[in-house]
T-cell receptor, first 112, second 116 residues
Framework: GDSVTQMQGQVTLSEDDFLFINCTYSTTWYPTLFWYVQYPGEGPQLLLKVTTANNKGISRGFEATYDKGTTSFHLQKASVQESDSAVYYCVLGVWSNYQLIWGSGTKLIIKP | EAAVTQSPRNKVTVTGGNVTLSCRQTNSHNYMYWYRQDTGHGLRLIHYSYGAGNLQIGDVPDGYKATRTTQEDFFLLLELASPSQTSLYFC???????????????FGEGSKLTVL
């Protein structure tokens, strides 16, 4: 069936470090891949959406791409700030039944 | 900007109690969802609906009922609450199935439920 695996439960970085979060997916359908971000005390909100393999989605300094060959998609940012502290979810869109399959989330901690 | 409003924001009940969580969206979205969020499990889908009177079962439906009374309103019912249902509950809506069909979910701010 459709699935998403997000292995990094927590990432700790310092300000100005490079961020890279990776997920793998499995689906028999043409995928749409999302990254959602959840700040403390809030619901998740859309950060990026990528619908075409090897095309970049860019928002708020974050970039996302996916690779059909390795069925992986990743989120990166060149220089993180303390305000980026949040939980990041990779999400697979399955339009056969309008379902979103959620990864387990990566908590990003920025050391002051 | 899509607006999804949940109530109550906090609720404490006892084992066996009856709880209703309410959700209203004001963007005429067809799809609405109820999720629970627990440490170590991320977001898990309980029930969802694609229109008034429709109900679909999610991944963790046991112990929960839901009802979609109008396009705007989606309710989650716990008729015999148990401590295992202590969680943070999120409602969301989506424009899936409309001409916009971006697939984006718009979440409410969450309802924290504690079952003693």
């Amino acid at each position: 069936g459709d699935s998403v695996t997000q292995m990094q439960g927590q990432v700790t970085l310092s300000e100005d470090d490079f961020l890279f979060i990776n997920c793998t997916y499995s689906t028999t359908w043409y995928p749409t891949l999302f990254w959602y971000v959840q700040y403390p005390g809030e619901g998740p909100q859309l950060l990026l959406k990528v619908t075409t393999a090897n095309n970049k989605g860019i928002s708020r300094g974050f970039e996302a791409t996916y690779d059909k060959g390795t069925t992986s998609f990743h989120l990166q940012k060149a220089s993180v700030q303390e305000s980026d502290s949040a939980v990041y979810y990779c999400v697979l869109g399955v339009w056969s039944n309008y379902q979103l399959i959620w990864g387990s989330g990566t908590k990003l901690i920025i050391k002051p | 900007e899509a607006a999804v409003t949940q109530s109550p924001r906090n609720k404490v009940t006892v084992t066996g109690g009856n709880v209703t969580l309410s959700c209203r969206q004001t963007n005429s979205h067809n799809y609405m969802y109820w999720y629970r969020q627990d440490t170590g499990h991320g977001l898990r889908l309980i029930h969802y609906s694609y229109g008034a009177g429709n109900l679909q079962i999610g991944d963790v439906p046991d112990g929960y009922k839901a009802t979609r009374t109008t396009q705007e309103d989606f309710f989650l019912l716990l008729e015999l609450a148990s401590p295992s249902q202590t969680s943070l509950y999120f409602c969301a809506s989506s424009d899936a199935g409309t001409k916009e069909d971006t697939g984006q979910l718009y979440f409410g701010e969450g309802s924290k439920l504690t079952v003693l």
